[in-house]
Nanobody, 119 residues
């Protein structure tokens, strides 16, 4: 089993910044990919940014130029730096990881962390 623990959410003002962190722990042989998703009230969960083991990244169009995803492979941790935050970024942000135990691979989700951007 693998646990993902997120931190760094909170309430900020328009154009301020936040950094989210997500640390994976448990039976981990390797982590194929990690990502951040978000879900606003009444909306579907959407991909915000992802990063694979080789370092390639992908971003939703709405966050390009404002958000940066990075990972520390030694710490099994992924970060999301969010700059120039807007009220429409308000959502619960979920960490995702696709992890190999050595014998099989599985998907895992964090519990979510609330990000609220006030205008």
């Amino acid at each position: 089993q693998v646990q993902l623990v997120e931190s760094g959410g909170g309430l900020v003002q328009l154009r301020e910044s936040l950094r989210l962190s997500c640390a994976a722990s448990g039976i981990i042989f390797s982590i194929h990919s990690m990502a951040w998703y978000r879900q606003a009230p009444g909306e579907q969960r959407e991909l915000v940014a992802s990063i694979i083991s080789g370092g390639s990244t992908h971003y939703a169009d709405s966050v390009i130029g404002r958000f940066t995803i990075s990972r520390d492979n030694a710490k099994n941790t992924v970060y999301l730096r969010m700059n120039s935050l807007k009220p429409e970024d308000t959502a619960v942000y979920y960490c995702y990881a696709y992890v190999s135990s050595g014998t099989s691979s599985s998907e895992y989700w964090g519990q979510g962390t609330q990000v609220t951007v006030s205008s």
